[in-house]
């Protein structure tokens, strides 16, 4: 268990400004502090304390004359007092980027409760953010093995034979992904016991990413997870950071959409879960979005532990039921703070930035003055942003409309919620006020957010689908071997990178008497899909995709059934465009002498005609 050190004078306060401001420190500190009016914090210090251990150093501060002394050292907004709780984690990021260090409130035992777990899960991930989970124990661990018998707020119980069950902290495991993600009831694990904090360390029983990523193949569809978005690529991680850093892969535009024009911080959300397909394979992994089917079986991602779940599974929509008045105090007579202004729609996002507003005062203990002038929340001015000359494409409008409207919308609701959240801090008088109000801030952002998240994967749908739309621009052909030849070679540029284009050109294949008849008469299936197989059957990736099930047509559906061979020497092939679908549609072409591809037929899974 971590001492805490108290705070009871105008010396020690401004020594742990200085300790939090400087260069010396080498773990996460925790501040804690007590209302005006009371001798103990509603937090409780000491679970907070035992919870950190070794991770972390734990003060406790009581709101007085010296918290000016505190507070005028620190940065703007970096405060803490009144009550609330806050971990600082190491470096000095925090101090510009708050979201690094959040102000954890409590007013009463309730918030007290909330607080303190949510200040214990602040302290551990920073410490696990740190290193220090890879540093030496100062005290002797045991190696022991248990199964899981439950999750709970973050914590997986495990029976290790001791009568209470040891925990498995999320925030101490793998980073920003959840227990139940990593372990699920009656599993078994083993790891190293720490009898001070009762905590089971399993990290060193984590798969490695070689031998969880193995059973991936080239073709396959699998889940990954958004780690990095811009107007022009994107990072997508297949298997999270361990011991070893995450295996990742980079998507440009075009490997997500056709539309040359999307900016992808429209299309996809940071901590979003998405299907890919596996183009290349390790050492360096390379994906492809625009050519996924929504009917396409996905690969179910790997485990972090040997017989745990998935790490990622598919995510559902949230939504978000209006306020429950039955819930809610009645709504306090209160100045009602201006709507949020309508945005002007953009061809191309850029961060909504408001216009310039007053400087805001500068947080302090003075604000606890029941006779200080109350600050009102006033709504920003309306943002002013360029419009691109390019214009979206008819059928994209509405979503690029709509997701503008909500990022505004979302960037408003911060502001107030922020606004609203230091207005807490004002006083008693003021608090089950300002409380409502936080609590409706914070629902109506959260609404808008997973708003704003369901649209954009819509979006990215959308642009994804509208080449086969009807009346969408793109190139019209009068021949249709012409258009199909230009599928395949679009989906040549679009999946070998042009670095490598040089080195692996298109191969020429034929296209049989029968092929263009076949396709336009066959159904449930697109034609770009077909090309896009066709571009693996010429490059010779087709035989390495398992879910292409490539083998010899034969004359009959016997396996000893005759290989059908033309006169000229052709051997027929055959392969899945869609697989686990009733009546799943093959691809029907032929090996010639020479090596050259001609296509055949498209059929459906029982046709057995060349």
Do not use: C
Not at 373 to 395: L, Y
Not at 568 to 582: E, F, H, Y
Request: glycine share 6%; aromatic share 6%.
């Amino acid at each position: 268990m971590a001492s805490i050190q108290h705070i009871d004078g105008e010396r020690s306060a401004g020594a742990l400004a200085d300790l939090l401001n400087g260069n010396a420190r080498r773990r996460p500190v925790v501040v804690v502090t007590i209302p005006a009016g009371r001798t103990e914090p509603w937090i409780d210090v000491d679970e907070v304390a035992r919870e950190a251990g070794n991770l972390a150093e734990v003060y406790l501060m009581p709101t007085g004359d010296f918290t000016w002394e505190f507070s005028r050292r620190m940065a703007d907004g970096t405060q803490v007092y009144g009550g609330a709780g806050r971990a600082y984690p190491v470096g000095h990021e925090w101090s510009s980027d708050l979201s690094k260090s959040p102000l954890r409130f409590a007013f009463d035992a309730k918030d007290g409760e909330r607080a303190t777990q949510q200040l214990i899960s602040d302290t551990l991930r920073m410490a696990a953010s740190a290193g220090l989970l890879q540093q030496l124990p100062s005290r002797a661990l045991r190696q022991v093995n248990g199964s899981v018998v439950g999750v709970v707020a973050g914590r997986a119980l495990v029976d290790a034979g001791n009568m209470f069950p040891v925990t498995i902290a999320e925030e101490l495991t793998v980073e920003n992904v959840p227990i139940e993600r990593i372990v699920s009831a009656g599993q078994k694990v083993s790891g190293w016991y720490d009898a001070d904090t009762n905590r089971l360390d399993v990290t060193k029983s984590l798969r490695t990413a070689s031998e969880a990523l193995a059973t991936y193949a080239v073709g396959d569809v699998i889940f990954t997870k958004v780690a990095m978005v811009r107007g022009g690529k994107a990072e997508l991680v297949l298997y999270p950071k361990t011991t070893v850093p995450a295996v990742t892969a980079t998507v440009l535009r075009a490997d997500v959409t056709t539309n040359p024009a999307d900016d992808l911080r429209t299309l996809m959300t940071v901590g979003e879960v998405i299907p890919a397909r596996v183009v290349t394979t390790s050492p360096k992994w390379t994906l492809i979005l625009n050519d996924v089917d929504d009917d396409e079986p996905i690969i179910e991602a790997p485990s972090l532990l040997v017989g745990g779940p998935p790490w990622l599974v598919e995510e559902d929509e949230v939504f978000v039921d209006d306020e429950p008045s039955a819930l809610l105090p009645p709504a306090p007579q209160v100045p009602t703070p201006a709507a949020i202004p309508d945005p002007v729609v953009i061809e191309e996002p850029t961060p909504v930035t408001a216009s310039p507003t007053p400087t805001p005062t500068r947080p302090n203990p003075a604000m606890l003055d029941r006779n200080r002038p109350r600050p009102i929340p006033t709504s920003p001015a309306r943002p002013v942003q360029p419009v691109s000359a390019v214009q979206p494409a008819e059928s994209t409008k509405a979503l690029l409309l709509k997701i503008d409207g909500l990022t505004a919308e979302v960037s408003g609701l911060k502001r107030e919620q922020e606004s609203l959240r230091n207005q807490l801090v004002a006083g008693s008088d003021e608090r089950e006020t300002l409380r409502y109000l936080f609590d409706q801030a914070e629902r109506r952002a959260n609404r808008a957010e997973n708003d704003l998240k369901s649209t954009k994967s819509r979006l990215r749908k959308a642009g994804n689908a509208k080449v086969a739309t009807a009346g969408v621009e793109g190139p019209q052909f009068a021949d249709h071997e012409q258009g199909f030849r230009y599928l395949v070679l679009t989906q040549w540029a679009t999946r070998t990178l042009p670095s490598e284009q040089r080195d692996r050109p298109l191969p020429n294949f034929i296209i049989g008497p029968r092929f263009l008849d076949s396709l336009a008469r066959l159904e449930g299936i697109k034609e770009e899909k077909v090309a896009d197989v066709v571009f693996e059957i010429v490059t010779g990736l087709a035989p390495q995709n398992p879910s292409r099930e490539v083998h010899h047509l034969r004359t009959g559906s016997g396996g000893d059934d005759p290989v059908r061979i033309r006169d000229d020497g052709a051997i027929a092939w055959r392969a899945s465009l869609q697989v686990k679908t009733p009546s799943a549609r093959r691809i029907h072409y032929w090996i010639l002498p020479n090596g050259d591809v001609e296509l055949a037929r498209v059929a459906t899974h029982d046709d057995f005609d060349a």
